[in-house]
């Protein structure tokens, strides 16, 4: 009598699990879906950008007329940011402020993908938005105030870093906020960052109490990470300003997460 035996069945490889590939299929799926689904919204909001960028130099340019050089850099150097936060903190946040009122955001969360992947589409959405403005800004500073930049290497990525931190601030805003009350903040923060922000010039010009509450704020070290990024031979970024931008977007990031996990 002759016994057989079975071979073992071949181990499993150690790859990555096919759930995680799914989501992040997912993600992309959802970012191109978003991008689709906005696609109309885009040329508007590109324009508005351009106008947003050329109208704060020239704007800021009849204000302090031929500015020195120090003072050119910071204008022209503050334009590119002002595009970056801007919508970041007020073009994101009405938009899915706009997609809570209509409805069409609690449907999207009912897809069967994670929300993590939910969260990760919509903030690649808007930091990638964010980005032709900034060129367009810089653009236009240079021509304007005819300024030297000294690019460094990591101003791309920086770039990347503001314009995420600053949408996933907006997102949390709207997200955790009734709609309303995120369309008022909005509004009051493009007064805000316009003219209450050390962005196009330096903290020192603003009182005690107001350089105190920026330093704790995300909008001065986002400032310096852009100025330092194309001006870096004049322009530094400080390791706190580093600490207190990886912070905020941390916190927006896991309170977005979490409105989402207890929202329908």
Request: net charge positive.
């Given at each position: 009598?002759?016994?057989?035996?079975?071979?073992?069945?071949?181990?499993?490889p150690?790859?990555?699990?096919?759930?995680?590939?799914?989501?992040?299929?997912?993600?992309?799926?959802?970012?191109?879906?978003?991008?689709?689904r906005?696609?109309?919204?885009?040329?508007?909001?590109?324009?508005v950008?351009?106008?947003?960028?050329?109208?704060?130099v020239?704007g800021y340019?009849?204000?302090?007329?031929?500015?020195d050089?120090?003072?050119?850099?910071?204008?022209?150097?503050?334009?590119?940011?002002?595009?970056?936060?801007?919508?970041g903190?007020?073009?994101?946040p009405?938009m899915v402020?706009q997609a809570r009122t209509?409805?069409?955001?609690?449907?999207?969360?009912?897809?069967p993908?994670?929300?993590?992947?939910?969260?990760?589409?919509?903030?690649?959405?808007?930091t990638?938005?964010?980005?032709p403005?900034?060129?367009?800004?810089i653009?236009?500073g240079?021509?304007?105030?005819?300024?030297?930049?000294?690019?460094?290497?990591?101003?791309?990525p920086?770039?990347?870093?503001?314009?995420?931190v600053?949408?996933?601030?907006?997102?949390a805003?709207?997200s955790l906020?009734?709609?309303q009350?995120?369309?008022?903040?909005?509004q009051a923060?493009?007064?805000?960052?316009?003219?209450?922000?050390?962005?196009?010039?330096p903290?020192?010009?603003?009182?005690q109490?107001?350089?105190?509450?920026?330093?704790w704020l995300?909008?001065?070290?986002?400032?310096?990470l852009?100025r330092?990024?194309?001006?870096?031979d004049?322009?530094d970024?400080?390791l706190?300003s580093v600490v207190v931008?990886?912070?905020?977007?941390?916190?927006?990031?896991?309170?977005a997460?979490?409105?989402?996990?207890?929202?329908?």
């Open positions: 009598m002759s016994v057989t035996t079975q071979a073992p069945a071949p181990a499993a150690a790859t990555m699990s096919r759930p995680a590939a799914g989501a992040l299929r997912a993600t992309l799926l959802l970012a191109q879906w978003q991008l689709r906005q696609a109309q919204f885009i040329p508007l909001l590109v324009v950008q351009v106008f947003m960028a050329v109208a704060t020239i340019g009849l204000l302090v007329g031929n500015p050089p120090a003072t050119a850099l910071f204008l022209a150097t503050g334009a590119p940011t002002i595009t970056l936060i801007t919508v903190l007020v073009m994101t009405q402020a209509e409805g069409s955001l609690d449907w999207m969360r009912t897809l993908v994670p929300r993590w992947a939910f969260l990760a589409a919509d903030l690649t959405v808007w990638l938005i964010a980005l403005g900034m060129v367009l800004g653009v236009a240079v021509l304007r105030f005819h300024v030297d930049l000294s690019l460094a290497p990591w101003l791309v920086g770039a990347l870093a503001v314009s995420l600053s949408a996933a601030v907006g997102y805003m709207a906020l009734p709609p009350v995120a369309m008022l903040v909005t923060l493009v007064f805000i960052v316009l003219l209450f922000s050390p962005v196009s010039y903290s020192e010009r603003m009182p109490w107001l350089q105190g509450v920026h330093e995300p909008i001065e070290p986002m400032a310096q852009v330092s990024g194309l001006a870096h004049t322009f970024m400080p706190r931008l990886v912070a905020w977007g941390t916190a927006a990031v896991a309170g997460a979490a409105a989402l996990r207890h929202r329908a």
